[in-house]
């Protein structure tokens, strides 16, 4: 914290002598028959500076000097207008805009280079990552879980499945670059900040399957998010109850360099205070960030990417409490801890890139970089525990207490791993524009290690016996038949691994408009993937074609799919029992997916908007069964399955709101995997798992439709935003999430017993923000230090509004009669968070 308080100090200078180079660009904004318009774009082209006129039609944006620069005024309904000047130091220029009226256009619907898009991408905006109220890791991942086929049942992580995938299905991108997450990480508590930092992102572009080959090898989806490039000198800092962030940006060197810093601290003591488990939680969540690019040319440019963050997770258990059962039995947990938990993750990326374009059609990027994580886990807690019997007649005088006790125990977990990796990438990309094509085209090579020490077990103990044991030795003490210590859940090894990887791809696209005026876009590409644990060679065609008719324009039709392959990154090698997966039995696993969209523009209110509708369906192959705790995966690794996903995406967003983008968002999905089991001659069911083990069988036998780790069936999301009429500057934003349970099923059973499903996900989050200072404040006093303030926020969050009990996983206990039980570990509770935003 003193680090970063430093840092701000140190930046403030940077502020005041970038504002006394600025211009002023000032004006009135109306339409065609003299009527102020609010909210009108006015921008810098080609960055995400840019101002919002008032309910006046006033705005007042400043700029740097002696710069050429284009300024765009967009507004839906109304063509763009532009303006291309030159400021002089400390000079206030007058510019009054008349918008001129155009067919309607959602900010959503533009689309690089062309009219429509064959693929499956969502555009969104990335300041409304910033406003979004958020108790997790993340703005723009918390903006994306609200996106139709994205669900989320942990707010305190910035992890999502997409269309029945798990959280390692999904690709990351940060300006063209891979992005990795811990690996250890078992829950939202720990976790901390995403590598995305809000502050420093000018565009979000995001797909929930059928997306083109120029992205990676990953089954679900893919975000890829573009950093600022900055043309004037800006800064921020916001400080709320759960941290400080804040950035600079700007440039140097005769505006041939420009720099982006962001520096974050987080702090969730606050947040977990009202969890269920009373104890001494000191997370600290750390990280810095700068961007640097420098113009060697007008057409070639270097640009280097830095990260490195620095998690720690410290939590000494006191007790806990923890109701939990139905209004026929109810139960009472209480838990008294010794020990602790530890948890540590260091993480740094390196990244350089250099860009060339010979010529306006041709673009080459050579793209370097290096990531290393070292991470480590260290626990021993026991847990003494009472199970009691709730009374649940209202009309009795002990309702609410316990009336009977039914077991107590003892457990103990105990954790010592470490982790350690490094990836090394060298990537070329390469894009070409010829008439109305455009063929790109790209070639890695990556190089994986790995060294991973894990030993962890656990140990349940229940009225001072050993599980499992019979009856008799309740009543006998002495009974030989009860059996000996054994501990649970036991993982040890050392697994040390060199991966080498190559792949590639090669990609077109077309456009072409007929006679009738109906327009096509064709976008067709091959991925090839060599992956270096058993030298495997896997092909991935895939294609989209997208018609807009002519008879009907405000309708775009879309079809994508084609064959994506995941190889594993590690998780998916180790077993249950820390030991790798022979290369052998080492899968590479297979989606062939196929998407169905259609895209509906229409107006309502005076207003517009978007209708965007999918069908999916997704046949995967070579899958591997896994389990989902908390957000901790672990795989069957040498299990196979086949399965599929299949479901509806619906989403609408438009001006609910004059001025202010809003969207809700429903999907319907269903996913499950058919596994094969083997059955002995007694006729008990046994794993692929217990074969390699030894055991025999009789025959074998395929258990289909086991409903996966994210089979959610129904999600439903609201992002919305208003302000107060006649006072914009107050705002409000909502963030809904809705989602039916997930499967889950008891420790050491198998994925076809695992068909139990948790309560609903019930969310909403809500901010009230009220703008200080703004556009038209003025300050008296000419040496007040405010005047370097462009805008002040003040925000009320309110997390967990309705106040529901989200379950994130279950305790599992047991009594003396092997009777187990499921506690539920509820997420958090309603709380309020202040934030101040300051914006240089």
Known sequence: MKRLIIFI?????????????????????????????????VAVQGTPHGVVSDNHGSYRLTLPADTLINIVYSFVGFEDEKLQLRLKPDERRKNDVVMKTSSTMLPEATV??????????????????????????????????TLAGVSSTNELSSQYNVRGGNFDENLIYVNGIEIYKPFLVGSGQQEGLSFINSRLVSNIEFSAGGFSTEYGDKLSSVLDISYKKP???????????LGAEAHAEGQAFKNRMSYLIGARYKNTKYLLGNMDTKANYQPNFTDVQALLTYSVSPRFEITALGYYSRNSYLMIPTTRETDFGNLQASYRLKVYFDGQELSRYTTGLGAVTFNYSPNEDLNLKLITSGYSAVESETYDIQGQYWIGLLETNPGSEEYGNVISN??????????????YTRVFNIDHKGAYTYNDNTLKWGLRYQHQYFDDFINEWDMVDSAGYTQPHTIDSILNPNNPMQTPLELKNVSKGHNELNVNCLDGYLQNSWQFENEKGNIWVLTAGLRLNYWGYNSSVNVSPRAGIAFKPQKYPNMTFRLSGGVYVQPPFYRELRMFDGSLVSKDDALVQKSYQVVL???YRFTAWDRPFVLTSEIYYKYLKDIIP?????????????????????????????????????WASVSVMKTAENIKYYINSDGQILSQTDINNGADYDHDTIISG???????????????QDYIPFIPSFKVNLKLIFGTGLPFGAPESERYQQKFRMPSYRRVDIGFSKQLIGEKTSFRNPRNPLRYIENCWLSLEIFNLLGVNNVSSYMWVTDVYNVQYA???????????????VEF
Do not use: C, W
């Not at 905006?125 to 994306?144: K, T, W």
């Not at 039914?406 to 982790?419: D, K, M, P």
């Not at 086991?706 to 919305?720: E, G, K, L, V």
């Open 823 to 837: 506690v539920p570990n509820y997420l958090t509770n309603r709380q309020i968070n202040l934030k101040l935003v």
């Open 112 to 145: 690089h280079d062309q009219a429509i898009n064959s693929s499956t991408i969502t555009k969104l905006d990335a300041r409304e990552a910033v406003l979004l109220p958020s108790a997790g890791a993340g703005g723009v991942e918390d903006m994306v879980k």
């Open 597 to 599: 969209g259609h895209e």
């Open 406 to 419: 039914q077991g107590v125990g003892t457990y103990i977990e105990h954790a010592r791993n470490s982790f």
């Open 9 to 41: 100090l140190l930046l403030l200078p940077a502020f005041a002598f970038g504002q006394k180079k600025d211009g002023v660009l000032y004006g009135k904004i109306v339409s065609e028959d003299g009527k102020a318009l609010e909210f009108v774009n």
């Open 626 to 662: 896994y389990e989902v705790d908390n957000i901790r995966i672990r795989y069957y690794a040498d299990q196979k399955a086949t399965g599929y996903a299949t479901g509806i995406d619906l989403k609408v967003n438009g001006e609910f709101v004059k001025g202010i983008e809003s």
């Open 706 to 720: 086991i409903p996966r780790p994210s089979d959610q069936r129904i999600n439903f999301a609201i992002f919305f």
């Open 231 to 241: 043309t004037v000198t800006e800064g921020s800092l916001a400080l709320s109850m």
